[in-house]
């Protein structure tokens, strides 16, 4: 290892660094803006499908079965709906177990003590492993002979369904939008230091310097940008939770927030990369405008 | 060490810099280019270091064809040459040693090669008492030499002089060219463009003499007019 190629390396990109002080302190708060609201909308995001989840996950197919539904016909639906690689699990209620769980549900509104006759038909409870399936497994349970009829949350299921995509599309609209501010922003303060070096690329290109050795200094730079641009935004975010997290879910109770710990330190590792990466692409564009002859 | 065959240069806004332009410089030539400006010196010396590239011709330049260089070939073409400007091309903000180094630390050099050529190309053009200075607290003279030892330091066999004494006086000027000339009797190919008449007078080496981008004399041993000795000063 050569330590004086390495200093004077890491001197000179210090002192790119150093130079343009207010640029780079433009470049960083942009990086730092983007990443904050990229986290906040992460952050918002997870909390929603979070929730989705939940709603989906209690959702399950009820399969009302024709009264004249022989026993030995309900076993062998079971047995078919068991095989389904896409069901996690398959009960039967009975009538019985049906109604008392009707009186449960509804805690006395309805008094089934005034029935002469228990009107509820025997039923499979179907799970399904993935929430997007709900709908086709359905409608393949109402195909089975022996099923009189299939209820499911029908319009809650596609709903979120939906909701969950929309969220997807916009976020990552969004999230281009921000990269590609963040991105303008270094790649104007790269452009400048450049600009403010354009004698010493001169010589280094005079002198037999490669393209790439030239082009390194830059790209650290511009990584630097980034780096410390989503050390910010990390230490911001993680104040923001520290401090404003608990009030909110203290503040709004009815809300079912997804309280399970997330691992922080992957998530500032991610959004580390994001920010070096942002920096690295910026400032290699546009060096390369400069240096192309 | 450098040949032209045939080179013509066009420049994109239509102006002729170069026209069938042919020739021959040996190993441990020291060759002045004269005329006056924009006669086409500045131009062929571009294209010898390729930051021109030839309309048409062929260029060859220690053994590489330069005309037909890939741009990625192109720092290891610089590698071989030394080039020096009249306006020095030094790093402000860098001493004498820092500028000289940094033309070996950009090529990737190691720390041990630095440490030893440095001082040596420093020592060659007298410097080595002012390696801490920057280039504002030195002489044009003294600037200028920072510049050669930069230009000597990955030690090219061919030396490029664009009006090394453009923005020199007369005094630090005789010390340049005596500087070049000690360079050139250690074997390096010298080729000096310049436009100052008692330079090239005294000197009594090979002219080339460009006019309107056409080589019009070459002589050994020659003056900047043609057939002139020194005094006999044409006017205008």
New interface residues.
């Given amino acids: 290892m050569d330590w004086g190629k390495v200093k004077f390396f890491l001197g000179e990109v210090l002192r790119n660094f150093t130079r343009n002080a207010g640029m780079q302190a433009t470049a960083i708060g942009t990086v730092a803006i983007t990443i904050v609201l990229l986290g906040v909308f992460l952050f918002v995001r997870g909390e929603l499908t979070g929730l989705g989840t939940q709603l989906l996950d209690q959702i399950e197919i009820s399969a009302y079965l024709s009264t004249d539904a022989t026993p030995a016909q309900i076993a062998s639906l079971r047995r078919l709906l068991a095989q389904d690689p896409r069901v996690v699990s398959v009960d039967f209620i009975p009538k019985k177990q049906g109604l008392a769980e009707l009186r449960d549900r509804t805690k006395g509104a309805i008094d089934t003590s005034t029935l002469t006759e228990n009107p509820l038909p025997d039923k499979l409870r179907v799970r399904v492993r993935v929430p997007d399936q709900v709908p086709a497994v359905a409608a393949s349970v109402r195909r089975l002979s022996g099923v009189d009829n299939v209820v499911y949350g029908q319009t809650i299921v596609a709903r979120l369904l939906q909701l969950g995509d929309v969220l997807r599309r916009v976020g990552i609209a969004v999230i281009l939008v921000f990269f590609a501010v963040a991105g303008i922003i270094i790649s104007n303060t790269i452009r400048l230091t450049v600009f403010a070096r354009r004698r010493e690329i001169a010589i280094m290109q005079l002198v037999g310097a490669t393209n790439t050795y030239i082009r390194m200094p830059f790209i650290c730079e511009g990584m630097l940008d980034g780096v410390v641009g989503a050390l910010l935004a990390v230490g911001l975010l993680a104040a923001a939770r520290a401090t404003l997290w608990p009030r909110m879910v203290e503040a709004l109770p009815w809300v079912a927030f997804n309280t399970t710990p997330v691992d922080v330190g992957a998530i500032a590792a991610e959004l580390l990369l994001v920010g070096a990466a942002i920096g690295v692409v910026a400032s290699w564009i546009s060096v390369g405008r400069h240096l192309r002859t | 060490m450098i040949s032209l065959r045939g080179v013509s240069l066009i420049y994109p806004n239509g102006v002729h810099a170069l026209d069938n332009v042919t020739l021959e410089i040996a190993k441990g030539d020291f060759v002045f280019l004269v005329g006056h400006s924009g006669t086409g010196k500045s131009s062929l010396m571009r294209l010898l ?1 390729r930051e021109a590239h030839p309309t048409s011709g062929e260029i060859t330049v220690d053994g590489i064809r330069v005309d037909r260089l890939r ?1 990625g070939r ?6 071989h040459l030394g ?1 020096v400007f009249q306006d020095f ?1 030094l ?1 402000s ?1 860098k001493t004498v040693w820092e500028n000289v180094a ?2 070996m ?4 050099a ?2 041990k090669a ?2 030893r050529q440095v001082p040596r190309s420093l020592d060659l053009v007298g410097l080595s008492h002012k390696s801490r200075m920057y280039p504002n607290e030195l002489s044009g003279g003294e600037q200028q030499r920072t510049a050669i030892a ?1 230009a000597l330091v ?1 030690n090219p066999k061919i030396l490029l002089c664009d009006e090394p004494t453009g923005n020199l006086d007369p005094s630090n000027t005789t010390e340049i060219m005596e500087l070049l000339l000690r360079i050139n009797l250690k074997g390096t190919t010298v080729v000096v463009a310049t436009h100052n008449q008692a330079v090239v007078d005294r000197m009594r080496r090979r002219v080339v003499r460009l006019e309107d981008g056409r080589i019009v004399t070459d002589e050994e041993r020659g003056y900047y007019y043609l057939g002139l000795g020194q005094g006999q000063v044409l006017s205008g």
């Avoid at chain 2, 630390?105 to 990737?108: A, D, E, L, R």
């Fill in positions: 270091y741009s192109v720092p290891a073409l610089r590698r080039v091309k790093l903000d940094f033309a630390q950009v090529t990737g190691h720390t630095v440490m930069r990955n």
